[in-house]
């Protein structure tokens, strides 16, 4: 199957996968009146798809509130929040975004709060038959495509152009680089074997087969991800009592599980 064909089939099942993530998640805004009480709507960056697989459950199991997840990426979210999409909370994967929702007063005052700091992976999938040990190496000849997430729409993208001009291997590159609406889908094309090597979130891929290379904090802009309440939430307290799982919580401790650096605790 060409490429190109193959990338569109990708991106399909990634949309499709996305779905089907459990703990009732969701890919795009919910629909007004659609929250039941007991219940609370998270708007989600991708990149949280896993960790929050496992922070869901054990944050239902100690309070009672059944957190509904939808997750794109953090621009994506951001324009759903602009245009009253009713979430609860947001947890992005920058500063900027939700620093943007806090000027236009479309966050609780004094809800921003950073929870994580993100980590860059380099990801040769299993499948892969490129030998690649390096960010360098990636312009060898065996690296046909190399996958990552926008970076006008997701930080972890951004964040994957920035290393590259860093190590002065982009101009080298580019012409392999294939784009994903937001680091999971970008991920999948690894998974389903269309890119031989993936730049992406080092949490979707740290208990992946295949290589797994860290990449150096200093080639890149850190990835502050911060969180807040949306000011519109129907449902304040619960979410109040989400962000505080995170901060002070055991949310802290599956962060970590999952390759995240932690800031101090509030």
Not at 61 to 74: E, L
Not at 127 to 134: I, T
Request: proline share 5%; glycine share 6%; with cysteine.
């Amino acid at each position: 199957m060409p490429l190109t064909r193959c990338l569109r089939f990708t991106h399909f099942l990634a949309g499709l996968l996305a779905l089907l993530v459990p703990l009732s998640a969701q890919n795009g805004a919910p629909t007004k009146g659609t929250t039941a009480k007991g219940e609370i709507t998270i708007a989600a960056a991708a990149n949280l798809i896993g960790v929050f697989q496992k922070i869901g459950p054990d944050f239902e199991a100690q309070t009672g509130i059944h957190p509904v997840f939808s997750f794109a990426s953090t621009a994506q979210l951001t324009q759903q929040i602009e245009n009253s999409a009713p979430f609860d909370v947001f947890a992005a994967a920058d500063s900027e975004h939700v620093a943007e929702l806090e000027q236009k007063h479309l966050l609780t005052p004094g809800s921003r709060a950073v929870y994580a700091t993100g980590v860059l992976a380099l990801w040769i999938p299993p499948s892969s038959k490129a030998h690649v040990a390096s960010l360098e190496q990636l312009t060898s000849s065996e690296v046909k495509v190399i996958a990552i997430a926008k970076p006008e729409l997701a930080p972890y993208g951004q964040a994957a152009v920035d290393t590259l001009q860093h190590l002065h291997i982009w101009d080298q590159v580019k012409s392999k680089v294939v784009y994903g609406e937001n680091i999971n889908i970008a991920t999948q094309y690894g998974t389903t074997g269309n890119a031989d090597a993936v730049i992406t979130a080092y949490s979707l891929v740290l208990k992946e087969a295949g290589k797994v290379i860290r990449v150096e904090e200093s080639l890149h802009q850190p990835i502050l991800q911060e969180l807040g309440i949306v000011a519109n939430s129907a449902h304040p307290e619960e979410a109040k009592k989400f962000v505080s799982f995170l901060l002070t919580g055991n949310g802290r401790s599956t962060l970590a599980s999952f390759g995240y650096q932690l800031p101090k605790k509030r």
